[in-house]
């Protein structure tokens, strides 16, 4: 595989929250404005569900996600992610704007990204400058987090009103590297295999079992899914190729304190590709001091490096966790 033929599946995540005065998301983005709003940002639409709380969309590049209070867009490859923000932003006066957060780990070839996603620094300028530009939202000091490949970049700016206000919300991201071969070969396209099988073989559809599943089977390799499950949003993407074997997961709007466990979610992801690493962030609304018994988890074979927990601008914390597989 040469240099130019391979996929980069670490994802750029962008988050808008907006005030309840901005008016209901849901149908002013539709399905036809979000595919223009896309075309700057070099992705497209290829499968979607509209349920009662979200309408979740499989892109060629990852996800979105749109409620009555927020966006979320998830792309990878050399995808221009910040081209998206003045569009989505102008669906609604700039005062209804709450919050704003990207999030990303560390690129496998960070030398193919566009600007400005080929330099943390001009990454982090380049954002400052749109909020200045678009909202009065003030921008927090830039957080990276881990070493090496398993850094952890988080950018945002938020409104004077803490998000506390809007409830408990917790966002897990999980970044998970160096797949084990024989669970990625589930991945590959071959005879009689679909994202059916895909779903069903790799166990994903055992995260969470009640969630409607929307999958998409890329050419050659590679996969994407959405889960919805109420207010609930799950999302996968694997990169099954052996130099840069990837996968990503993430979960938003579950009640981890009295719903979904974290000790049933977590192993279960681990158990569909086994990595030789990860990194876990937990995204809260609301303080997190990081020993909170929702959020623990015996992780067998895996030895934790680091763990980090930072105070964010809007009273929200963000934990950050670095795992290896131990032989």
């Known amino acids: 595989m040469t240099t130019d033929e391979r996929f980069e599946g670490v994802e750029k995540r962008l988050e808008i929250v907006f005030s309840p005065t901005a008016g209901k998301l849901r149908e002013k983005l539709t399905q036809n ?10 992705c497209h639409i290829v499968s979607h569900k509209l349920e009662e709380k979200v309408d979740a969309y499989l892109l060629s590049t990852s996800s979105c996600f749109v409620y009555d209070d927020r966006v979320i867009v998830k792309t990878c490859g ?3 992610i910040f081209k998206c923000m003045e569009s989505l932003m102008g669906l609604t006066d700039h005062q209804n ?4 957060v990207y999030t990303r780990g560390d690129f496998f070839w960070p030398e193919r990204q566009p600007f400005p996603h080929n330099d943390v620094t001009e990454e982090n300028k380049e954002f400052v400058k749109l909020l200045e530009k678009l909202t009065k939202l003030k921008p ?7 070493t090496g490949n398993k850094k952890w970049h988080v950018l945002g700016g938020f409104s004077g009103d803490s998000l506390t206000s809007q409830g408990d919300f917790v966002t897990v991201e999980m970044s998970m590297r160096g797949l084990d071969r024989e669970k990625a070969k589930v991945f590959y396209e071959k005879e009689n295999v679909t994202k059916t099988t895909m779903t069903e073989e790799s166990g994903i559809c055992y995260i969470f079992p009640n969630a409607i599943i929307d999958a998409h089977a890329f050419d050659k390799c590679g996969y994407s899914m959405n889960g919805i499950e109420g207010k609930g949003i799950s999302t996968i993407h694997v990169s099954p190729e052996d130099e840069g074997s990837f996968a990503s997961f ?15 979610v977590i192993p279960t992801v681990l158990k569909c590709f086994s990595p030789k690493q990860f990194t876990m962030t937990v995204y809260s609304t ?10 623990k988890v015996d992780l067998k074979g895996y030895k934790c490096l680091e763990e980090k927990i930072h105070k964010l601008d809007n009273g929200g914390s963000v934990v950050y966790q670095s795992f290896e597989f131990e032989a």
């Open 33 to 42: 404005l979000l595919e223009q709003i896309l075309t700057d940002v070099k």
């Open 78 to 80: 050399e995808t221009e």
């Open 97 to 100: 704007v709450v919050s704003v």
């Open 140 to 146: 927090m000091k830039a957080l990276c987090m881990g």
């Open 250 to 264: 993430e979960s938003f709007g579950y009640d981890f304190k009295n719903e979904k466990k974290f000790e049933h």
């Open 286 to 295: 609301v303080p997190l001091e990081g020993n909170e018994p929702e959020l």
